[in-house]
């Protein structure tokens, strides 16, 4: 549909609409990581809207959409000059959806060169102006790259964390994970192995888990990758429904079969039940629910 907009508006000879087609086509390409024509066409949509009179608030530079190209492309530089000239432009027009993406740009860019307290400053200035928008996907792209920085710093548990945020919020946008984009998913899955690796099934379960429950609004995820804080309470949904079987006296078998999960996983839910209450046996789970209701 992109490379169909792009030859009708090169037939109308439209200036505007060849500039929002190229950017429909572009965007294809970057999420399908087809960065040489991603920029290719990023690059004539700026030719094209630099040719549009008057083109007032209608129409912007994709110089942001430009800057994520070139960091995927590690090409750190670039994104950092494409990046700023996404700021540059929407600053003084108080234009905001597209600074949100220059922003991640610069973080990605900032990241690469190493300096990770930029790369942290731009990031959450993304978040703040995604949030204006409840811009979910947005919101995503810049946790996966805290998720990577964590990881890259040795912060397991905030990376798991920041991986249960994201795939909580991924479910309000719906379809696969990440829409199946390779740029973003690739990077998703390997940091879960790793992670899987290095702090084995139960552990990253649980610091998974404690980012989902920080994941039921945008503003408490935002709150969680940005501050590492668990606002979720002391249990999660799903830890919350394994404590009511508990007091109904279910056994672990049973209770992997009420909600439709192995045996393992509902014997690691009980565990951190008890870790979390401090309790040393399932009558005191039976005990705390009786009064909590």
Request: charged letters at 20%; glycine letters at 8%.
């Amino acid at each position: 549909m992109g490379e169909q907009a792009v030859e009708l508006a090169r037939k109308l000879g439209d200036e505007e609409l060849m500039s929002l087609a190229l950017y429909a086509r572009a965007t294809t390409a970057l999420v399908t990581g087809d960065y040489p024509t991603a920029d290719a066409c990023y690059g004539e949509s700026v030719e094209c809207y630099n040719r549009v009179e008057n083109p007032g608030a209608r129409l912007f530079p994709p110089y942001a959409a430009r800057g994520m190209t070139a960091a995927f492309c590690m090409d750190a530089k670039r994104a950092l000059e494409l990046g700023e000239l996404g700021i540059q432009y929407s600053a003084p027009r108080g234009e905001q959806w597209a600074r949100a993406y220059a922003h991640y740009a610069l973080a990605m860019a900032k990241w690469m060169l190493g300096d990770l307290d930029a790369c942290m400053l731009q990031a959450a200035d993304s978040i703040k102006l995604h949030l204006r928008f409840n811009d979910l996907s947005g919101f995503v792209m810049v946790a996966e790259l805290l998720a990577a920085i964590a990881l890259a710093n040795q912060q397991t548990e905030r990376a798991a964390g920041i991986l249960g945020v994201v795939e909580r919020v991924w479910m309000e946008v719906g379809g696969s994970l990440l829409a199946g984009s390779q740029p973003w998913l690739v990077p998703h899955q390997a940091c879960e192995q790793q992670l899987r690796k290095i702090m084995g099934d139960d552990r990253y379960v649980e610091a998974f888990t404690i980012g989902t429950g920080n994941g039921v609004s945008l503003s408490s995820a935002a709150e969680y990758v940005l501050s590492g804080r668990d606002r979720s309470g002391p249990l999660t949904k799903r830890e919350l429904q394994v404590a009511d079987l508990v007091a109904q006296g279910a056994t672990n078998k049973e209770i992997a079969g009420r909600l439709n999960i192995s045996r393992r996983t509902a014997e690691v839910h009980v565990d951190h039940i008890l870790r979390k209450l401090k309790f040393a046996s399932r009558a005191q789970i039976a005990a705390w629910v009786a009064e909590k209701n």
